[in-house]
């Protein structure tokens, strides 16, 4: 059939040969064949860099294997039994657990999937509202726009590195200026400040929105800067408020892009790592990924179920972010 | 109460001056059509009306406040889109109700003016699709059910039964002058079908580069076109122009003259130089000559091209030597006449025609401005109606 | 099997060099390569007699000694043949032992060396580079690093004390004196803190500081000095005990002026600022250079920037000590204790150069090559005779302070490095940071480490 | 008229006046939310920027000691400046980031890699993007529910197959079964290593921005370009991309800036933090931290310096990310 | 070559038949015309021709290709959209040229052309613009102007001059008709202006709820309308519909009866249900009744409203005893006559009209099937010409 089409005489077009019977080919297949191609680069990139070393990894997760490498067992899913079971919580750092072992305040701190969880409805929450704030100031016309923009994006220009260092220095039992202001408003610990589980984490989540605000902010603008401007000029002969232009159009419209964002955030949020390992330590604010990579070196059957539990609590979390949105956010 | 008045508005783009020195004053109630040729600032005086488009200088009033610094919304009008812009997220109810939605409208009340407005923009069954899967006339129905929920004091419509087919643009037309009754409202109405101008509206402004060339009821416009682009510009076919010199007792043209005594038109001397407009309506078949109430004498010509229309057929007829034709609008040895369909007049033949003189309009040359509208009779034959009915 | 069979060599970037010789790869500290790479070189051939056949290429490791591990665990799991040699904390040095990832130095090196790293080096320090198991020599001590009281004779001597005369550079104090000391100084000089210190929840706390503090009392992790690396499991765990409670009431004294009842009375206190249960190395000794301490406790580095600081006015001493080593609870504490660390030479076993690589190593073992060490890097010798030597007395400024040096190499209590000892030690830091904050009290913080330490140590 | 209000204002405060103009005014409202908005954001984004500017060009021997804050004696009144400033002045850190390591070719580096992923993302997730937001076929969801599931993995997930993989000493062996498939080339300290796996972790976020934005260029537009003579992906790139330029700059900044200060990565593809071996810019600012000192100044001037390239790209590609593309383009 | 075929064509989407069954043969070099009521589907029709759109069934070939599955690209069509579609990010220069850039044409061919379609649309100085700083006729022109350049096998347009005032809907029709027979296209154009389908096309396809009701020659269409919807559709305004029944020698409605012979026409039988269809020119002022060719008898009426058109005057005749007009559309008690500008006719007046039987359509109630085209003359007159015309 394809040998058909291709033999034909190519009447419109100039050249021939073997591109335009691929193109035709490509022209000619069915929307789902088309879809199929055009996503094989991503497939086989995919495929490469993240299925196979996935499965590679899920592997690993079924065995056990002693320190001395000496003994590989396969022992199934073991190792996830063991981690919710709270066999695993002595190969995690300090008295970190999995799951709570009660639900008193100091138990649920100590669970490293509650403070996952606390940092990514904490950071994303307020990284939505603060970005949104700030792409609707940017969306704004006025004079120096370019400057403004360019420095709302620059904390996401930091290295996270950098990002923890200036605030673990914000806070600094030396010269952390940041400590004395906020521990009178009784928002964080007075003194070792960086090693008290709460004001950690209320510190590593301000560093975090002060840092992913700004991908938000560029996202949700590009959302912004795509809605058709003649919607607006009806809605304002319609007799819309500004809040009820927003309201009608900007947010509907937006939504799909803020979904994406939020979406991602979240995702992102419950694999922090870098930014608690700079600014106080895995032992105080565990979060899930710190698990993975504090176990990593030791322990790499627990510490590739701990990712794949990982994942899969973040694919709950996703499913119920893309339900909330509604059937067409996906 | 929703009179709009328009002082000295002008609206300049970087190199392009779409509105200049704009003077409108459009009484409560009237409904005024806009009209001239594409680009010639219709749309950017609506959306200065609007507010939507902030002009240059001028002021703009509606009632009794000043509104040039006014936001759209507390403007109190409301506006069908040249380019529909319906909202793409929003099904066809909601696009409707928007407007009243955001007042806070209660929800039968929104229910039963949606449902008002859908048939008569004869939706009924679509109150649920969305904008992307409607036809082009039934996206723009919606538009116009959009605005028409709202019962604003000013109606502004820009081309809103543009992709409409004949019988639901007559039927449209209908609704709306009824809807104009009923809610004596302004409506300010941009069309490009002269039928439409011509059956909707209380006065005609007719717009060209920016400028306004004259307000007038419709027939005044027909009849009495204040200039040649007026002229030439209402009417379709339009008006067939023929530069002419004015002699001791006619108008001679290139290829025929008309019997016309200068001292019967004041700003006319012989040897001025006028332009003759004669519509193709006031061109009869040399046979019919008895029936014209005030003829000029014969003039031959040929048969060039007949298109029949169904209830008309427009002739180009040559004069003089030319025997095809090659631009269709103002050649001057060409003339366009409508004749009956019934006729027996048969391309590349000759035929002599001949002219209503009562009908005959006379302009400036260099200026434009007209001079006359109708000869005076010649033979001591009556007046001729028309032309006295127009004047009142 | 051929096309997989030969995999190994697939990776291997041959290190023949233009001339025919060798090149060794040895990744190295980050830093010193970067910096002193070609004196290194010079010295290894000049002082250290190698061969000129054999070119060495520093390759700088990862600073963080963590992520370095990481690294070098991930190059030897995928048998990469470079580097061929590798710098080696002797905090990490088991668990490659453990894993069998590197070359066995028994083996490999002649016995002429085995038997120098064995009767000259310190042997505390030597064996972190052995398998416990089996006794084989798996690293040869480059340098090992452990940590004096450094602090401001001009203070102390205002406040009335005689250092030199005392002879404190050698001879310990119990730390019922030193903080009486600590206290008066700082009343009297009026500097912000008695004493710096690092009590952070990270490593260095349980390896060294903690882990300092509590075997002066006589106490021990695992029940004492035998039981430093191994057996997992079968050792007992002993931080519920008096002498670990103990240290920790003398360290919150320190912080918080805390009496206990009276037990800790005549000590001094409250001269510590809390900020210690957030320092590591570099801030704590910061207000010490700025002059705003009389005491701190810090690593050799610590000295050259100090003295650059303070000239003659800085001093060294050994570690205070809770009890004698003739009183301790658990074998092998006791006394002035220092925290052990330092680095190792180690061998990929994947190299193929293992001949240049033992001649390399045997370079860098020779004296010269070591003061050549001292001087330019301040890394201390592995030996103990080194110190005692006239270049080394002779280096600015590390030389004056050699004998407390010397001290403090011979009192080191290294860091109980299994497999395990990396869950362990976060548990640790994290319990005696929170003991010196007063979040629990110390023998809680004791009772929850014990428990949580004897489930690591079960199974693996 | 104009006289009433004059009176009316002058028994009242500004304040007050200001409060009854907003009333008759709401757009002074508007602009005044407005200002404070971005005066409050101007300050909470650039302060923490400033403070690092302080970090830099305070010498390294004053920086964990002593406040940050100045004391200030103002007649007579002591009192701690609120705003940190910096403890004497050095600005030399800016030099000595490049005496002590070649950091501009970490940065170079770093440059290079980000460039690269960056036109392979933005190249592989238009597809990717243009498929899922334009064409209806059966998979769609649950695929892009697979694509998303890629980013839910911690990346040391991947790290250790794919590091055995680009050390190619050993064949790719099937999961599971482990027959071996074939040995891969050696990849390690070549940006090969780094930017596939950075091509693939920041492929997912691309592909659903640019989904989004592909799926919103109406329909006509791609239809017109077919019939003017373009296939279906000549459409793509000439009109529905330039179209979608604001998702598409938002897409590439957040890639480029992600893989610009990515380390865990090529921390570990590198196997040794050097710049010949492809370190990027977070190994070099990592390499001022020895093993007990950090010297925080250089890595703050390090940052600094590092930030210039990105800050200029941003606003490069900000000029794209403008209003009203579609404008004019279609009557509906 | 470029012959149109269309077998069977189908296009369903989820709850509505856009196009139904669809069989069309346009001959190549013909000119085209869909006309229809909004949504009835010709936009999908031409969509599925360009290939946008992929049929739920059926064939298309164009030329001597099967073509139902060729991309767009290849099947030599040019398009103007009914939205327009403009590219917003290319200036008119490059919009225009698109289609040439593509296939690489070299620069000054590519200038010239375009230089050349910007002067059939009169956007001379308006290359460098971009679209958004375009009038909506303006930006109506440029896609005119994209698809000319082309100089396909097939043009599709869309209702090309919706939005283009009468003078240049006038040039453009011109140039359109230039282009056709100077390129020798194909072209399928849809348009809701009937004068535009009379002049400009070789046929007319009117189409309804996606069906193709008749394919005839405009006048065809216009004077024998295969059934009541096409009668109804084409003409404006409308034509006048009254239920009849046959009687023995008349048709008689509720209000008048003309006189016929039911054996004149095969299909018709004493006592059928017919519909009686007569076009407003088809009646005259009774005083007109010499001059109609085969006038019925007089039947009376009053004058309810007169909407003057400029060049004629339509008027809707009351019927019996209603005294106003609530609907204007097929009320059955209503006549809509056309009179002449110049005609005496007053509002609220009673007058007679006559009605010329020559023009009279017949069409079967029930199933809209049409039956006669002109009653056979009852006296011995002349055959009425206009229909013999159009029976060629
Ligand atoms: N995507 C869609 N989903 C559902 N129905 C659709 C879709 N697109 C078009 N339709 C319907 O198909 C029918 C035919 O549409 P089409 O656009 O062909 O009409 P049209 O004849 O061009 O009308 P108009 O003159 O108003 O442009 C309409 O009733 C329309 O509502
Ligand atoms: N943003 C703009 N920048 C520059 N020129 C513009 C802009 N908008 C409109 N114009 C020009 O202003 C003139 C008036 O435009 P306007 O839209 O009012 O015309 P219009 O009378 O509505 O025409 P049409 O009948 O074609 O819709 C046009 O010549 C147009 O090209
Ligand atoms: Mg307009
Ligand atoms: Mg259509």
């Known amino acids: 059939m394809s040998a058909d089409t291709t033999s034909k005489p190519a009447r419109e077009s100039r050249q021939s040969g073997p591109v335009v019977g ?257 600014v106080s330590s895995c032992t105080v604010v565990p979060s899930l990924s710190c698990m993975v990579v504090s176990t990593f070196n030791t322990h790499e059957g627990t510490s590739a179920a701990i990712a794949f539990v990982t994942a899969a609590i973040i694919g709950v979390v996703v499913m119920g972010i893309i339900l909330w949105q509604g059937e067409d956010a996906i | 109460m929703a009179r709009v008045r328009l002082e000295h508005v002008s609206k300049h783009y970087d190199d392009v001056t779409a509105v200049d020195d704009m003077n409108l004053d459009i009484d409560h109630g009237e409904f005024i059509c806009f009209v001239g040729p594409s680009g010639c600032g219709k749309s950017t005086t609506m959306e200065s009306i609007a507010g939507l488009t902030k002009p240059s200088e001028g002021e703009i009033h509606i009632g009794d406040r000043e509104v040039t610094n006014l936001p759209p919304k507390d403007r109190g009008v409301a506006m069908v889109f040249q380019n529909i812009a319906l909202f793409p997220h929003m099904d066809v109810y909601d696009n409707i109700s928007f407007g009243l939605r955001l007042r806070n409208y209660d929800k039968e009340e929104i229910e039963r003016r949606v449902e008002r407005a859908a048939e008569i923009v004869q939706l009924e069954g679509m109150l649920d699709r969305m ?234 040359t260099a200026s434009g401005e007209a001079l006359a509208h109708g000869l005076s009779p010649v033979s001591a034959d009556l007046e001729t109606e028309t032309t006295a009915d127009a004047d009142n | 099997a051929s096309m997989f069979g030969n995999g190994s060599d697939t990776g291997a970037q041959v290190g023949e060099s233009e001339s025919g010789g060798t090149t060794v790869v040895w990744g190295f500290d980050a830093t010193v390569a970067q910096d002193h790479a070609d004196q290194l070189r010079t010295a290894l051939h000049e002082k250290g007699g190698l061969s000129d056949d054999i070119r060495v290429e520093f390759q700088p490791g990862q600073p963080d000694s963590g992520k370095r591990r990481s690294t070098y665990n991930r190059l030897l799991s995928s048998q990469e043949t470079t580097p061929d040699m590798f710098m080696m904390d002797n905090g990490w040095v088991n668990i490659f032992i453990q894993r069998g990832q590197l070359a066995n130095l028994s083996e490999v090196l002649p016995e002429s060396a085995l038997s120098t790293i064995e009767n000259e080096y310190f042997g505390g320090f030597t064996e972190t580079a052995i398998d416990p198991a089996s006794g084989d020599l798996f690293g040869v001590p480059l340098y090992p690093d452990y940590p004096t009281m450094l602090y401001r004779k001009d203070l102390v001597e205002e406040a009335g004390y005689n250092p030199t005369e005392e002879n404190w550079a050698t001879e310990p104090m119990t730390w019922k004196r030193w903080s009486n000391i600590a206290a008066e100084a700082q009343d009297v000089s009026g500097v912000d803190y008695g004493f710096t210190t690092q009590w952070d929840i990270y490593v260095g706390t349980a390896c060294c500081t903690f882990n300092e503090v509590l075997s002066s009392w006589g106490g021990a992790y695992f029940g004492g000095r035998e039981n430093l690396f191994g057996p997992v499991g079968e050792r007992p765990v002993t931080v519920d005990s008096d002498p670990v409670v103990n240290s920790l009431n003398m360290m919150r004294k320190f912080v918080h002026g805390e009496s206990f009842g009276g037990e800790f009375s005549d000590y001094g206190g409250g001269f510590t600022p809390t900020n210690i249960l957030g320092w590591i190395e570099d801030s704590s000794l910061a207000p010490f250079i700025d002059g705003n301490a009389v005491f701190h406790r810090n690593w050799p580095y610590a000295i050259n920037q100090a003295a650059s600081e303070f000239g003659d006015d800085l001093g060294t001493m050994p570690l205070p ?95 109980p490095v299994t497999a395990v000892w990396n869950n362990q030690s976060s548990k640790i830091a994290e319990q005696a940071n929170r003991a010196v904050g007063q979040e629990v009290s110390s023998s809680e913080a004791m009772a929850t480490l014990q428990s949580s330490l004897e489930e690591t140590e079960r199974n693996n | 008229m104009s006289s009433e209000t004059d009176g009316a204002s002058d028994d009242t405060g500004p304040l007050a ?49 002593g406040s940050f804050l100045p004391t200030v004696d103002l007649f007579g009144v002591r009192g701690t400046f609120p705003l940190p400033v910096p403890k004497g002045f050095n600005p030399t850190a800016f030099v000595t980031v490049f005496e002590q390591v070649p950091f501009h070719l970490y940065v170079l580096n770093s440059f290079v890699l980000a460039a690269t992923t960056t036109v392979i993302v933005l190249v592989v997730a238009s597809l990717a993007g243009y498929v899922f937001g334009r064409i209806e076929f059966p998979g769609r969801a649950l695929l892009m529910l697979g694509i998303l599931a890629i980013s839910y993995f911690p990346p040391a997930a991947f790290v250790i197959p794919l590091f055995q993989a680009f050390a190619g000493n050993a064949p790719i062996t099937i999961p599971f079964i482990g027959v071996p498939l074939f040995t891969p080339p050696r990849l390690l300290n070549t940006p090969g290593s780094m930017v596939m796996p950075f091509s693939a972790l920041f492929l997912p976020l691309s592909i659903f921005i640019l989904t989004t934005f592909y799926g919103q260029i109406p329909d006509g537009l791609e239809d017109a370009a077919r019939v003017e003579g373009t296939t279906r992906l000549g459409a793509l790139f000439r009109v529905i991309v330039p179209l979608s330029a604001p998702g598409v700059a938002t897409a590439g900044v957040l890639t480029f800036i992600s893989v610009y200060n990515e380390y865990f990565f090529s921390s570990i ?64």
């Open chain 4, 17 to 65: 006046r200001w409060a009854r103009n907003a009333i008759h005014n709401p757009r002074r409202v508007y602009r005044a939310l407005f200002y404070v908005a971005m005066a409050f954001f101007m300050v909470t984004t650039v302060f923490p920027f400033y403070w690092l500017l302080v970090l830099a060009v305070t010498p390294q021997g004053n920086l964990l000691s």
């Open chain 2, 131 to 364: 904008p992307d899967e409607m036809s082009g006339g039934q996206r723009q129905r919606v538009a116009i059910a959009r605005a028409i929920v709202r019962e604003p004091d000013v109606f502004l419509m820009d081309e809103p039964l543009a992709n409409l087919d004949a019988k639901l643009k007559v039927h449209m037309r209908t609704e709306l002058q009824r809807l104009h009754k009923e809610l004596d409202t302004t409506i300010i109405y941009v069309t490009h079908d002269q039928e439409e101008a011509m059956t909707l509206s209380d006065r005609i402004a007719v717009l060209d580069s920016g400028r306004l060339q004259q307000i007038d009821p419709p027939l005044v416009c027909y009849n009495e076109p204040a200039n040649l682009f007026v002229a030439g510009f209402i009417g379709s076919p339009s008006m067939n122009f023929a530069e002419a010199t004015v002699t001791e007792d006619s108008l001679s043209t290139a290829y025929f003259s008309l019997a016309f005594d200068p001292a019967s038109v004041e700003a006319v001397d012989v040897g001025d130089e006028v332009t003759v407009g004669i519509r193709p309506e006031d061109i009869y078949p040399g046979r019919m000559r008895v029936e014209v109430e005030d003829p000029s004498s014969l003039i031959s010509t040929r048969v060039d091209i007949l298109e029949p229309m169904g209830d008309e057929i427009f002739a180009y007829m040559l004069l003089g030597e030319r025997r095809t034709s090659m631009d269709q609008s103002r050649a001057d040895d060409q003339l366009l006449m409508s004749v009956d369909p019934d006729s027996t007049i048969r391309e590349d033949t000759d035929a002599e025609v001949v002219i209503d003189r009562g009908n005959v309009h006379l302009f400036e």
């Open chain 4, 269 to 332: 593809m590198a196997t040794s933090p050097e710049a010949s071996k492809w370190s990027p810019i977070v190994g070099g600012i990592l390499s001022y931290q020895t093993q007990y000192t950090t010297q925080y100044n250089l890595m703050a001037a390090a940052s600094v310096v590092g930030v210039i390239p990105v800050v200029v790209l941003v606003i490069i590609a900000q000029e794209r990310i403008v209003s009203g593309l579609t404008a004019g383009a279609l009557k509906e």
């Open chain 1, 22 to 278: 691929f193109l035709r080919w490509l022209e000619n297949l069915s929307d789902t064949q088309y879809a199929y191609l055009l996503l094989t680069p991503v497939f086989v990139l995919l495929g490469i860099v993240a299925i196979y070393p996935l499965l590679r990894t899920f592997e690993l997760s079924l065995y056990a294997v002693s320190t001395d490498l000496s003994n590989v067992r396969f022992v199934g899913l073991d190792n996830y039994v063991a981690l919710f079971t709270g066999e695993k919580n002595r190969f995690l750092p300090g008295g970190t657990t999995f799951l709570p072992t009660g639900l008193d305040a100091a138990n649920l701190l100590d669970s490293a999937l509650v403070i996952t969880l606390v940092f990514a409805v904490g950071s994303v929450l307020f990284e939505t509202l603060i970005g949104l704030g700030q792409a609707l100031v940017l969306d704004q016309d006025f004079y120096g726009r370019r400057w403004v923009r360019a420095a709302i994006i620059i904390p996401w220009a930091v290295p996270i590195v950098i990002q923890g260092m200036m605030f673990f220095l914000m806070f600094d039992s030396n010269v952390g200026f940041a400590t004395p202001i906020l521990a009178d408003l009784g928002v964080v610990a007075p003194t070792n400040t960086l090693n008290d589980t709460v004001s950690a984490t209320f510190i590593i989540i301000v560093a975090d929105i002060w840092k992913t605000s700004a991908f938000m902010a560029l996202l949700i603008l590009a959302g912004l800067q795509s809605i058709n401007r003649s919607l607006y000029d009806v809605a304002r002969v319609a007799g819309a408020s500004k809040w009820q232009q927003f309201r009608y159009i900007t947010l509907p419209l937006i939504l799909p892009t803020i979904g994406v964002a939020v979406l991602f955030r979240s995702v992102q949020a419950m694999r922090v790592y870098g930014i608690i390992d700079t």
């Open chain 3, 321 to 415: 000590y809770g009890v004698p080593e003739s009183e301790a609870q658990f074998p092998g504490t006791g006394g002035s204790t220092s925290a052990l660390g330092g680095w190792h030479i180690t061998v990929n076993p994947n190299s193929q150069k293992l001949d240049a690589v033992t001649q390399v190593i045997q370079a860098s073992m020779r004296e010269e090559f070591q003061l050549f060490l001292l001087e330019i890097e301040g890394w201390l010798p592995p030996r103990a005779s080194l110190f005692n030597s006239e270049t080394a007395a002779e280096l600015e400024p590390a030389g004056d302070y050699m004998d407390t040096l010397r001290v403090a190499g011979e009192n080191t209590m290294a860091r």
